[in-house]
């Protein structure tokens, strides 16, 4: 192992997750003010298992995965909080040190495929450059291993599309290259931007199903982002919910999307079509998010929420702990279980 | 402002006589030249990509009928066809009773407007939303000169917009009032058939299910026949009557939005219903199954010979590769079709009798 000194140096005690992350803010300076992007999350994620990430564009989801990462912009920059991979906290890490995790323990899956390839390097060598360079194979050893990887994420004919660029490949196809370069290094995480949003329903069902049977069988963990509920339920055990760059609920993906126990979470589930439940109108979540330079005081989804009380609009909402395992941020969230028990979600 | 005759403001009246389809269109098809012209000229021979490729589909008055299926399917080519903003090479389209010519008069472009899937470079970014309709008003008489403004107002209004949006201009909105513009533009003309291409794809959850309400409220108050072009089915099942599915430039199965989910007859249809994420579905279940509908749809460039989906369909048999499967009614429900020669038991009698081989 090439980062031998770095699982030496951790005293933390063994636990179950790949991946925690406490406390992690993450800051962006504009000219109109500091954008806090992230305010706050904490997550785990358990070996082998998927956990889903959603909320609207502005929520802070994908900041939250870059900094795990370690590819902020340039303007941003993690002001507090740890990223504990296999015990090791990345956050004071140098750049060297992060480039020997990136690829061999933690890797990342974009959402556009076409624009996170190389257009005019064959795919094979793309696949087989990570192992190059982190594992150090021989040119044919890593090519051996590109092809293999090829016929692992279902790539058909794979010895003759090794040599194949991105645009000879159909939009499944390209996010097939980006799991095979992502698994290329044996990681113990992906992280997963959309990476199913820009397909066809037929494409992303192939893709979903793909990952969710590499978690089960090379027990890699994940993290999906999607602003897409349903897709969530069909690969993730565990979800959280953001908004406003907080976590606002957080628990086991059934719990959570069939019966919420936040306002903001049921707000989604209720303003999505679904196909299984059919609705005579949508009920959509009225107003827009909150600018993150000034965010609401007390609860961030106040402004916008049906249940509001006075203690709403002054009172900080930390995600805090429920029986079964799950936890959510509102203060009032019997309400929430009133309305779900009113007009169950799926009945 | 022109001066001229605005007898045309009250075109938006809708002859109730006949109780046919509203618009019909038969035997359209669209192609594409690609591949160098030069080299064409030279071997006389041009590469043509058919994206529609004979559809017949009938729009009925005061429906929502959706017209779903992958990307490259040809749905949106067929929108811009019917919107007489692409010509199509063959087949005509009847609007009321009165068959449209290639090249349209003012009044009949007025009666049929498209929303675009994308409110971000869909709208001039130079216009302000009151230009932006004052010209079209202007261009087409739809109300006197100076009323124009009374006329826009009341729009706006209509699609929840304010009368203050009229001075501003697209890039002080958001993605759904952008997305709100978009459709009062349509509907400046009065149009009687409204085609919406993707319209809330592009917009974050928590607005799309704003201008699905929207449109489902415009419809009931306008009596506006809709053809919404979706790959999202669960926003199909949410708004539309009937369901039309397509797939490399054909119409492979229509019926009743109830009748399409509960009883699919095409295999791309079940395909594409079995693909569709449910909040109910079970990761470890998914890890387990094969695919809803396995492959890619090929190349329009390569269309396989007799039916076009037997690449992909778990129940192609050598008939499915010597037959091209039309598009047949359900024997007593001609309301449900499909062109599948196992759709309504096996192999549907009349689509190889009738000699129906259409070698490609």
């Known amino acids: 192992m090439t980062d031998g000194d770095l699982t030496a ?66 303007e941003a920059k993690i002001t507090a909080g740890q990223i504990r991979l296999d015990g090791v906290d990345l956050v004071p890490l140098p750049g060297s040190a992060l480039n020997r995790i990136r690829g061999p323990k933690l890797s990342m899956i974009f959402q556009e495929p076409m624009s996170a390839l190389n257009p005019v390097m064959r795919v094979g060598w793309q696949i087989a450059e990570g192992p ?10 890593a090519a051996e291993l590109a092809v293999e990887l090829m016929r692992r994420v279902g790539i058909p004919d794979a010895e003759r599309r090794f040599k194949a660029y991105p645009h000879e490949f159909s939009g499944g196809m390209r996010q097939r290259v980006m799991i095979a ?113 000034h965010p609401p005081s007390g609860c961030r989804f106040h402004p916008r929420c049906p249940f509001v009380e006075e203690d709403c609009r002054v009172q900080p909402t930390p995600l805090r702990q429920l029986p079964g395992g799950r936890s959510t941020a509102c203060l009032h969230y019997e309400r929430v279980v009133e309305s779900v028990e009113a007009e169950r979600i799926v009945p | 402002m022109t001066g001229a005759p605005s007898g045309v403001a009250s075109a938006g009246a809708i002859s109730d006589a006949g109780t046919g389809p509203l618009l019909s269109v038969s035997g359209m098809s669209v192609s594409f030249a690609v591949g160098s012209r030069l080299a064409a000229r030279i071997k006389h021979e041009q590469r043509m990509l058919r994206a529609i490729d004979g559809v017949d589909l009938d729009l009925r008055r005061g429906e929502a009928l959706a017209l779903v299926g992958e990307s490259g399917s040809g749905k949106s080519t067929f929108a811009l066809a019917l919107a007489g903003l692409r ?83 697209p890039r002080q909105f958001s993605g759904g009032q952008r997305q709100r513009v978009a459709i009062a533009r349509a509907l400046v003309l009065r149009p009687e058939v409204l085609i919406a291409d993707e319209p809330v794809s592009a917009l974050d959850v928590s607005v799309q299910a704003t201008i699905l309400n929207l449109l489902a409220e415009l419809r009931a108050e306008l009596g506006l026949t809709l053809l919404l072009i979706s ?91 010597r037959a091209d499967p039309q598009l047949l009614a359900e024997p007593g429900n001609s309301g449900h079709q499909a062109a599948c020669h196992f759709a309504f038991g096996s192999p549907a009698p009349a689509a190889s009798a009738n000699g129906s081989v259409q070698p490609y």
């Open chain 2, 231 to 321: 790959h999202n089915l669960a926003v199909v099942r949410h708004l539309c009557d009937r369901v039309a599915v397509m797939y490399l430039g054909r119409i492979v199965e229509v019926a009743p939005v109830g009748q399409l989910f509960s009883d699919p007859r095409h295999p791309y249809t079940k395909g594409l219903l079995a693909a569709i994420p449910r909040l109910t579905a079970n990761p470890a279940e998914e890890a387990e199954g094969g695919p809803a509908v396995a492959g890619d749809m090929p190349s329009a460039l390569r269309i396989p010979v007799g039916c076009r989906f037997r690449t992909r369909c778990p129940i192609a048999q050598e008939l499915c590769e």
């Open chain 1, 132 to 141: 190059r360079v982190h594992l150090g194979y021989s040119r044919s050893k």
């Open chain 2, 87 to 169: 010509p199509a090479d063959r087949g005509q389209i009847t609007f009321d009773g009165r068959v449209l010519p290639s090249r349209r008069s003012k009044s009949d472009q007025r009666r049929i407007q498209v929303v675009f899937q994308d409110p971000y470079s869909s709208l001039n970014p130079r216009l302000t939303v009151g230009g932006m309709l004052r010209e079209l008003i202007r261009v087409h008489h739809v109300v006197p000169a100076g009323e124009a403004d009374a006329y826009c107002a009341q729009l706006l209004t209509l699609v929840g917009l304010g009368e203050d949006a009229m001075r501003a201009y």
């Open chain 1, 9 to 74: 140096a951790a005293a933390g005690p063994a636990s179950a997750n790949v991946l925690e992350v406490s406390d992690l803010h993450v800051e962006i300076s504009t000219r109109r003010g500091v954008v806090r992007a992230v305010d706050g999350v904490s997550l785990q994620v358990p070996r082998g298992e998927a956990v889903g990430l959603v909320g609207e564009s502005g929520s802070g989801k994908s900041m939250t995965l870059r900094a795990i990462l370690g590819v902020l912009p340039p």
């Open chain 1, 181 to 293: 370069i992502a698994l290329s290094c044996d990681p113990e995480i992906i992280l997963c931007d959309e990476p199913t949003t820009a397909l066809d329903v037929t494409i992303q069902d192939q893709i979903l199903r793909l990952l969710a049977r590499l978690c089960r069988d090379s027990g890699v963990s994940l993290i999906f982002v999607t602003h897409d509920l349903p897709v969530v339920a069909q690969l993730c055990q565990q979800v959280a919910v953001m908004y406003a760059g907080e976590l606002v609920e957080r628990g086991a993906v059934h719990d959570v999307l069939l019966d919420p126990r936040h306002p903001y979470t049921l707000g989604l589930v209720r303003s999505a079509p679904d196909v299984e439940h059919v609705r005579d109108s949508l009920v959509p979540i009225p107003g827009s998010p909150p600018s993150l330079v």
